[in-house]
């Protein structure tokens, strides 16, 4: 395991479809972020979990969006009734302890037309 | 206001230049501070932390200034593979764990 492996790597989905991303961190990390990138932007802030635990939210992520870390390894990023709106790179990263920087896996671009 | 603010440039300068890119924050209570390379299309990648002291790493030299919250990168000699866009990203820490927040970025464009 060599780095955050972000699958599917593209996803093109029709509005108001449910779309799923997975994201596997490296495997001795703790903590794994979810965050959304658009064109021109850096990547914003969507939630956080330390092991299997969410402990943290955006406002970004509306009640469309769901993410869980069911046994702290993996996670999946569900977003249900897709809109144009939700069209970005979206991002996992894995890091192990606070104050660190984090691994970004390449992301799943998502595109709903 | 932004939490992490950047010019997005483009800066556009010849190989062998040396070019400056400055970040100002907004949380003063930020405790870890990192400068990030994305090629386009891809992911971030850390180029380096950023230490109050001021760290180099080769032709980079990253600088914090805390009191100005202000953050510096400098790329001496630059090299056309040096082309990309730089972020400057500030840990904010509430309640103490690793939560980065990302400036928008700056792009550099190195022309031979």
């Known amino acids: 395991d060599t780095g955050v492996s972000q699958n599917p790597r593209h996803k093109i989905t029709k509005r108001g479809q449910n779309v799923t991303f997975r994201c596997d961190p490296i495997?001795?990390?703790?903590?794994l972020y979810w965050y959304r990138q658009t064109l021109g932007q850096g990547p914003e802030f969507l939630t956080y979990?330390?092991?299997?635990?969410?402990?943290?939210k955006s406002r970004l992520l509306s009640d469309r969006f769901s993410a869980e870390r069911p046994k702290g390894s993996f996670s999946t990023l569900e977003i249900q009734r897709t809109e144009q709106g939700d069209s970005a790179m979206y991002l996992c990263?894995?890091?192990?302890?606070?104050?660190?920087?984090?691994?970004f896996g390449s992301g799943t671009r998502l595109t709903v037309v | 206001r932004k939490e992490v603010e950047q010019d997005p440039g483009p800066f556009n300068v010849p190989e062998g230049a040396t070019v400056a890119f400055n970040c100002t924050y907004s949380?003063?209570?930020?405790?870890?501070f990192f400068w990030y390379r994305q090629d386009c299309r891809k992911e971030p990648k850390l180029l380096m932390s950023?230490?109050?002291s001021g760290n180099e790493d080769g032709r980079f030299t990253a600088q914090l200034n805390r009191a100005s919250q202000y953050i510096s990168l400098l790329i001496r000699d630059s090299k056309l593979s040096d082309s990309a866009t730089y972020l400057c990203?500030?840990?904010?820490?509430?309640?103490?764990?690793?939560?980065?927040?990302f400036g928008a970025g700056t792009r550099l464009a190195v022309h031979p």
């Open positions: 990203v500030v840990n904010t820490a509430p309640g103490g764990y690793n939560k980065l927040i």
């Open positions: 949380n003063s209570a930020s405790q870890s």
């Open positions: 979990f330390q092991n299997e635990a969410q402990l943290e």
């Open positions: 950023v230490y109050s």
């Open positions: 495997s001795e990390h703790n903590r």
């Open positions: 990263a894995s890091s192990l302890e606070r104050g660190h920087g984090y691994t």
